[in-house]
């Protein structure tokens, strides 16, 4: 099956010469300086005989964001677009901080990254990890590719810092973001493979609807708060290290489209990007999802915004509630473990008081487990 989140990126890369982001506000120039910050203050160990692996690398060439892993010896730039990859490989081709080092290129979706076992001894995966729904999967493959005593560092939003929790919503939400966290689910599964060493946190934001109305002298000091409250910031760093060499096992991921899912009749298509599609349902209809044959988790993507309403998901005897409102329309995963040969999935009929209706939308379904 075709992968539309995969033929997105493929389509973004290829507009405005790789340029996917727009412009950025004073908040995240401040925000991006101190994520800098951090980074540079990591103790990381000789690189000059080290292979090192810059994952999501974009368009923007191996070791944009942090430049500190261009000492190595060999490096490894990873997306999922080729566009991109083609991109970083003439971007790298002239950075001065690279010549004589070899680099090179793959495309790889999370899931199958075509390297080595134990062959790599250092990871970067900057703003990556909540782009890729099935987390223990990918977490598995980095696992697997690194020596044993090496070194990952991630750095992702927190989907649920200390303001955005009093107002009951999600934190940089949008079309791609289909796994953001908070940090106890990021620490969760981190800790299904590595040693954390540390989490960090900085800001981003304070509230979408004062973001833009902060002046400098307080955007720079908020940037630097949550330092060592990553749980209440709103944007994460952490460093962790492969301590156990025993852990691996071959994981397995199916992605089903919610074009693909019986639904009943009710169902509307919407379009969700151009081109991508979800299906809607209101109130007294719903979703029967099927669960592949061997698959143990279940990572179910919603379309969140403001028209959304409240979602029950029945998984065997477990019945979840989930509020699906966001004033910023965007992804949200709810991860399951499986219990039943279907998921069930159907509007309450109820609402948040800021939603203006109780509308439903799945957009995929990804389910993993252990080959």
């Not at 540079?40 to 368009?59: E, F, M, Q």
């Not at 199916?254 to 599609?277: K, N, W």
């Amino acid at each position: 099956m075709t992968d539309s989140l995969q033929n997105h990126y493929e389509s973004a890369f290829a507009k405005n010469d790789g340029e996917i982001y727009g412009t950025m506000s004073k908040l995240d120039v401040a925000a991006h300086t101190r994520k800098l910050e951090i980074l540079s203050s990591i103790d990381l160990p000789d690189l000059s005989n080290a292979t090192v692996l810059d994952y999501g690398v974009g368009s923007w060439g191996f070791g944009c964001i942090f430049d500190r892993i261009k000492q190595c010896k060999v490096g490894i730039g990873i997306d999922v677009s080729s566009v991109a990859i083609a991109m970083s490989e003439r971007v790298s081709s002239a950075d001065p901080a690279l010549t004589g080092k070899t680099v090179k290129y793959l495309t790889s979706s999370g899931y199958d990254i075509n390297l080595p076992d134990n062959s790599v001894d250092l990871i970067f995966c900057g703003e990556c990890i909540e782009h890729i729904e099935e987390s223990t999967a990918f977490l598995s493959e980095l696992y697997r590719v690194l020596k044993l005593g090496g070194i990952a560092i991630f750095t992702t939003p927190n989907s649920k810092p200390w303001l955005y929790r009093q107002f009951n919503i999600h934190w940089c939400m949008g079309f791609e973001h289909v796994a953001l966290m908070d940090y106890s689910i990021f620490k969760h599964e981190l800790e299904k493979y590595f040693h954390i060493i540390d989490i960090k946190g900085f800001n981003h934001s304070l509230h979408p609807q004062v973001d833009w109305q902060l002046d400098e002298q307080f955007i720079n000091r908020w940037a630097r708060m949550g330092y060592d409250n990553p749980a209440d910031a709103t944007s994460m760093i952490a460093t962790v290290r492969k301590v156990d060499p025993d852990l691996y096992k071959k994981q397995k991921v199916i992605i089903s489209e919610a074009e693909t899912v019986p639904t009943q009749i009710a169902a509307q298509s919407v379009e969700l990007e151009p081109g991508i599609f979800g299906v809607a349902v209101e109130f007294g209809n719903g979703f029967a999802v099927p669960v592949p044959a061997g698959m143990t988790r279940c990572q179910l993507v919603f379309w969140a915004h403001s028209w959304s309403g409240m979602v029950e998901i029945i998984n065997g005897s477990e019945t979840r509630h989930v509020d699906l409102y966001s004033p910023t329309s965007g992804c949200w995963r709810e991860s399951l473990d499986i219990a039943a040969d279907e998921i069930i999935v159907r509007p309450s009929g109820q609402a948040s008081q800021d939603s203006m209706g109780t509308q439903t939308i799945l957009y995929r379904a990804v389910f993993g487990g252990e080959q």
